[in-house]
């Protein structure tokens, strides 16, 4: 019997990645979408079928995991994440799916941790004891943060700002949480595992802003913003205090170094390295100059 892998948040950042990856195995890949419209550019991969999916419309949770037999479970940036990622399990727990890959991050386990990292450990916690047999994916920061948050001032002032001075971060990109995402939800060998995952590097980002100014050309330089002027940005665009306070804490442990360790888990799962920076930027070079912004 073919399996059916409901893959929550797939038009985000990490869930299209996992969708385009496993829509080359032998499943029948279930795009969970907010709306069908958004989800239209999933629909070019074969094995693929939309279903709309919103966390705040029960009956809609319903449909999306009626037969499905394993979950990619994806919950966004909000205050209310575990209380969606709870649901989402019970969800999952009623119509009998057999295995949940749940997207944590890094640090969801560091005592006393950061807010971010204690939301997902209370989601890891209730995934542990429903009984469902699960893998839990702690990923370091994105790669693909560059674009979804940066993008605009590199491509137009060719500068980064960020509050993170020289911190190092182990980076990683979202193909490779995905490539990993695959083998662990296409192979019966993974129960109950957390999986910590990293880029092949800790890079900071001046070191950033060098690598993106030898693959376009162009001179992209950093800017090392105090805490106060970052609040004061992100305040200025509305950004509700809850997650100014969030992204501050967790802008604080990156800049202090907590965030460089480096793992080899993507290698030994997949059997290739994961992409440095360069390789990612080189990847998506075309992100980054003007003429596609
Ligand atoms: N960014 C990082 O560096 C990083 C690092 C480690 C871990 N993480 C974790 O990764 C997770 C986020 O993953 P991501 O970056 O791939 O997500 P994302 O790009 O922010 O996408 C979120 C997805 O959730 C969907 N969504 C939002 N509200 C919804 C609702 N009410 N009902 C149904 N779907 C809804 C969005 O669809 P619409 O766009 O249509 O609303 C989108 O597909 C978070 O838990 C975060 O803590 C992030």
């Known amino acids: 019997m073919h399996e059916t892998i409901l893959v929550t948040g797939a038009t985000g950042t990490v869930g299209n990645e996992v969708v385009k990856a496993l829509s080359s195995e032998d499943v029948k890949v279930r795009a969970g979408v907010h709306s069908i419209i958004k989800g239209d550019r999933l629909k070019v991969f074969p094995n693929v079928d939309l279903v709309e999916l919103d966390f705040a419309r029960p009956e809609s949770l319903k449909v ?28 999952a ?10 997207l944590s991050a ?11 990292g204690r939301w997902h450990r209370e989601i890891e916690k209730y995934l542990e004891i429903t009984g469902i047999p699960y893998v839990i994916l702690r990923p370091a920061s994105f790669m693909q943060n560059f674009i979804n948050f940066e993008r605009t001032s590199i491509v137009q002032e060719g500068k980064i700002y960020q509050p993170l001075a020289e911190g190092k971060v182990s980076y990683i990109d979202a193909h490779d949480i995905a490539a990993v995402a695959k083998v662990v939800l296409t192979r019966p060998d993974f129960k109950n595992e957390i999986l910590e995952l990293t880029g092949p590097e800790a890079i900071s980002v001046p070191e950033i802003a060098a690598v993106l100014t030898e693959v376009t050309g162009r001179t992209i330089t950093y800017v090392d913003v105090p805490e106060q002027a970052a609040r004061q940005v992100m305040s200025g665009i509305h950004t509700p205090d809850w997650m100014i306070d969030a992204m501050m804490e967790l802008n604080y ?4 170094g907590y965030g460089a360790t480096i793992t080899d888990t993507v290698e030994k799962i997949t059997g290739q390295r994961a992409r440095t920076f360069k390789e990612f930027a080189q990847q998506n070079a075309d992100c980054f100059i003007p003429e596609n912004l």
């Open 64 to 91: 999306a995991f009626t037969g499905v037999t394993r979950v990619f479970l994806v919950t966004p940036f909000t205050h209310n994440q575990v209380e969606i990622a709870k649901k989402l399990i019970d969800e």
């Open 93 to 102: 727990k009623q119509a009998g799916v057999k295995q949940i890959v749940r």
């Open 106 to 116: 890094s640090g969801a386990d560091a005592e006393p941790g950061i807010q971010l």
């Open 253 to 256: 442990i990156l800049k202090s």
